[in-house]
């Protein structure tokens, strides 16, 4: 079989799948964000920038400054949780450490939104932590834990803390453990030698577990639905409603893109910093 | 010359598994001084002990007379280094060197002219900016040595520094290190598996097996005065004979005695040792009456430059014993496979040692 026959066999079903599934519905959404919403909620073929003029308003912008930044919140919280965790994992026993894995990815064989679901029941005004603080005598009223800011990023840090944990275990599990005994011979504290030493030689899986948790905690809609109430609204809760409930496409695939373009954007930002890193050490 | 170091019945188990039994040994100012063994035998755990990054669970560790056991392993006056190196892969030569340096808040204009000292010494001036996977393994091996070397440790600890070295290269670092050792006047403890390398290189060398310190001595008191099988078996190449210990010698099966020096009970079973360059090949049984003297017959020669070693079969002693025969001696070029030969050695040249452990035994067969 001629070489150039076999690489087309070989990459022919991937490449079809992608062209499909990704480049086709792509192009749609690109395509309909210059389109209007028809009256009746279809649409009609008539090009203009009206979607990009209408998303840049305070009502919708705000949505989205306010996604980065619980995203952001998220995301630190995640990364400040997981690698203490990946740390002890990965200097566990080696006994120990496969067990400690299955432990951090048990919650994955569950449903997300049973999970999110579970939340409700832990945070609510009648629920298991308000019960336990009236009991131990700590708060006479209970707690408004639900429905707010801190639910939201209480639910998404949950739901994707193993994203930050894997790639965190899997680079510091690598690092030769005489590097950081060099550093301790050379005069580093324990902290120091984090610090100098373990911080930036993982710098590239703490890149990598935050856009993990960074990418679907921004696109995130089930659980600003559910632990946020209708207060806390999300980018992904105005795309969903603009789809299901407005019935106006365009103006939904016009702020799809804009999320994708943010994202895009915030992916280039990030490895550049790390390549630059790199280079000047 | 005053002790640096004193170890006194160091014990450390991993487990069930002892790595270090009951050590006790002096290191003194401006040695160079191997822990030499096999694997396994507890030579790194008592350089990690040293460098803090292990605790011993028995016995006491001083420096210069105080106890280094209470010195956090990042404040203790040693440095280590590592047989991997353990550079850091994310900083330059420079940074890599100054590393030490910046922890002891050292800044500026000292920072630079120590940083650059330490690299001009290893010979690796220029090359400041590169990183650690743009050097080569010689190189590597340089920066790892001056990042330990510039903050003038009381003691330098090297865990098998040659190791990752091609054979040509080794060579070479061998005399490096003996000659930076004089340059900075600072105390070498070099772990090795390598008998050769501690032979050259160490002033002093400590035999370490199963935990214990099985002989120290210089190299030429452990090759000429080796206390126990072992020794004289790690260290060169040695000819043994089994046989018993009589009153001026061994007593092979056969009962021919062979004399020689050294300590083992009467009549308990011994062996006599005899090192390969100080067998004598002779056609006939030497005149000489106190000279110990075997039949043997030639299996094998093998030509080596300066000698000739020889392979011989003694059927009285049931064993295979080997000889190097100097090339420029007239009587090797008759020297022919399958001949049979007279095998001598002085008694001064040959040494008695205890036959103990069944061990040994099986080693020697």
Known sequence: MPESLRRALLLGPGLTWLALFLVVPTATVLLYSFFERGTYGGIDTILNIENYVRAVDPLYFGILLKSLRIAAVVTAVALVIGYPVAYLIATAPKRLQIPLLLLVMLPFWSNYLIRTYAWIVLLNREGLINNALRWLGLVDEPLSLL????????????????????????????LNPEIREAATDLGASSLRGFWTVTVPLTRQAIAAGCIFVFVPSIGNFITPDLLGGGRTKMIGNLIYDQFLKARDWPFGSTLALILIGVMMALLFLQAWFVNRQMRHG | MSAVIEMQGVSKRFGTAIALDAVS????????????????????????VLAGFETPDEGDVSLDGKDLLAIRPN???????FQSYALFPHLNVF?????????DRVRGSELEARTRDALAMV?????????????????????????????????????EPLAALDKKLRGQMQMELK????????????????QGEAMEMADRIALMRDGRNEQEGTPEELYERPASHFVADFIGDMNFFAGTRGADGVRLETGTILRGHGDAGA????????????LVIAQARPAHAEDNALEAEVVDISYSGQHLSVRLRVPEADALVLAKVDTADPNVAEIERGQ??????????????????????????
């Open chain 2, 95 to 103: 940074n890599n060197v100054a590393y030490g340096l910046r922890m």
């Open chain 1, 147 to 174: 429905y707010n800011d801190t639910a939201l990023v209480i639910g998404l840090v949950y739901g994707y803390l193993p994203f930050m944990v894997l790639p965190l275990y899997a680079s510091i599990a690598r």
């Open chain 2, 123 to 159: 010979q690796l001036d220029g090359l400041e900016g590169r990183r650690p996977n743009q050097l080569s393994g010689g190189q590597r091996q340089r920066v790892a040595l001056a990042r330990a070397l510039v903050k003038r440790p009381r003691v330098l600890l090297l865990d």
């Open chain 2, 75 to 81: 404040r203790r006056p040693v440095n280590m280094m």
């Open chain 2, 340 to 365: 049979t030969l007279w095998c001598c050695w002085p008694p001064s040249a040959s040494r008695i040692l205890p036959r103990e452990s069944y061990s040994e035994v099986r080693e020697n067969e």
């Open chain 2, 25 to 48: 040994l002096t290191i003194r100012e401006n040695e160079f001084y191997a822990l030499l063994g096999p694997s396994g035998c507890g030579k790194t755990t008592l350089l990690r």
């Open chain 2, 179 to 194: 000659r930076l050792q004089h340059a900075v006047g600072i105390t070498f403890i070099v772990v090795t598996h390598d």
């Open chain 2, 267 to 278: 009549e308990s079973p011994a062996w006599l040792a005899v090192r390969p360059e100080k």
